[in-house]
């Protein structure tokens, strides 16, 4: 069974926005790669020359409780994330833990219903650089567009504020799920920890929308709460892609832009940093981020050589059920159902 | 408070079904089987088991917990199997799920346990109280870390053929805290259907 039919069969019988339930890139878990993980951790390593750190001048201070470290450990060799200087390996574990965040939040990603809360909110598409269901039509997709790009902004406004604090007060405790343990809280440096969160959007803005043959321009955003048959492309946007998710697989070519994008995503924010300056990421959007109007589903989004693979694998009215369930119980009762919804899907998997 | 009253309701229900579904398939069966054809005053038994779990239904924070182990059973059976006492060794293996798929080794169980036959042999219920070791170098304890466990089988079917008997446990439950101590405790429940061969030496 391939990643996004396992996919879609997880979600045909979890009716919920789960691991790579067609909602992003995937996050790493015993069933999904580590997609958006390991792109971070591969911007982060190409924003710097070999041997060096974007943020190595910052003179961090490691905290004591270096559970972080396990943590880190536990993410597992795909994520790739080897390095012999622990500052490195700090700044690269808050980063992505950051980038895991708009999935999973402090959650466990078998947490059926946080994670139903986390991917099928209106509210929650602009993480995700998505429509949300009333983005109808190009005015609609350029809302979306200012919410994704919004999002962005913000997010360095707030690493630019972490980083104002004075530098103990920059090591935060998280909370995060792990293996048996449950929920733990591990250190994270607070202003990496943020740019990491961003990071996860700037990634999702290369699967979720339809580009230019370049990747530089975005042409269409794609929408992950509407599907089926009702699903209008010219109004509601082009059903999100699970094909698009996969960036090891189909949308491969697509990711290695994504992490050229998040390499720079990260040294222009260094710079907001450094200067105390958000201008100072401007350049980034312009780079990366402009909108090409007039390109839709009519006109095969201006030709773009990328229309095929969104199209690819879309995401099934059986899932567009979780968008339309009531808002999950907070009864735990109700996570018997989900267990043993999930228990059928791993035997079928 | 709600968690409290609420969560242990589906474990009460399930374990009554299972009851009530032992006692009405099980029974039956064994009604031909006279009275004086039952197990002797005492002796000794030995049962050997393997069992799967793949909820964690206890948990507020997850739904999956996919448990798989094996385990023995070395004891004595008092008047005419009504009652049991005997030594509990099983090994409990966890599924790694969270970031990556893996298998470990988990715990090593060894308990002491009391139980009872009933039903002229159709059902046997259970439970056993004893440590549970921690078998390899988890993120934050190391092999070694021994703390408690607790398992109860509330309903077991049973079917006899002379000295041996295939025994299914439908639902039992195990509570394995190889280190219960706070603030980051490692504790793992399970809810396993068991299938087990069992004889009387
Ligand atoms: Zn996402």
Known sequence: MSSSRKSAAFCLLVSTALLSAGHTYEIGSAFSYPCHESLTRRSFDASSAPGESLFKETAIPLPLDNSWSAVLESMGKKVGASYE????????????????????????????????????????????????????????????????????????????????????????????????????????WSPAFELGKTLHTVQDSFSHTVRSDDLRRIRHVMNALE?????????????????????????????????????????????????DDTNAFEPFFETWMSYEPGCGVDNDFCGSKWAELARTDPTTTIINCSASLPAPSHRPGRRWIDAVILSLWFLLS | MTALTTQPRPIVYLAGVFFFASALFSAPAQAEQPLEDGPPEHDFFFELDAGLSWIAPNST???????????????????????????????????RSEYESDLTPGALNVALGIGTVLFRGGIRSSIAVGTSTLLYDELFDDAGSTGWFLEVRPAGLRWSFGNWAIVLDPLTFALMAPQPRRPMPLRRSEFATRLGLEVML
């Not at chain 1, 895991?100 to 809360?117: L, Q, T, Y």
């Not at chain 1, 790009?149 to 630019?160: C, K, L, N, P």
């Not at chain 1, 699903?231 to 697989?249: A, K, T, V, Y």
């Not at chain 2, 448990?67 to 599924?95: A, E, I, P």
């Open chain 1, 85 to 188: 200087d622990e500052v490195n390996r700090f700044i690269a574990f808050s980063l992505i833990l950051g980038a895991r965040f708009p999935d999973v939040g402090h959650n466990s990603v078998f947490d059926a219903n946080s994670m139903h809360e986390l991917h099928s909110h209106p509210g929650a598409q602009s993480s995700h650089c998505l429509r949300r269901d009333d983005d109808n039509w190009a005015a609609g997709q350029e809302r979306a567009l200012e919410r994704c790009f919004g999002v962005i902004q913000s997010g360095v406004e707030r690493a630019v504020a972490e980083y104002r604090r004075p530098r103990e007060e920059q090591l935060v405790k998280m909370r995060t799920f792990v293996d048996f343990y449950g929920q733990i809280d591990v250190y994270v």
């Open chain 1, 227 to 275: 599907f089926g048959p009702l699903n209008q492309p010219n109004r509601d946007g082009l059903i999100h892609s699970l094909e698009m998710d996969e960036c090891d697989d189909g949308a491969a070519s697509i990711a290695e832009v994504a992490v050229d994008a998040g390499a720079d995503f990260l040294r222009y924010a260094s710079m907001a940093l450094a200067g």
């Open chain 2, 61 to 95: 924070q997850t739904a999956v917990g996919f448990n798989m182990g094996w385990g023995g059973r070395f004891g004595l059976s008092f008047y005419k199997d009504y009652l049991r006492g005997f030594v509990h060794v099983s090994q409990s293996m966890w599924l």
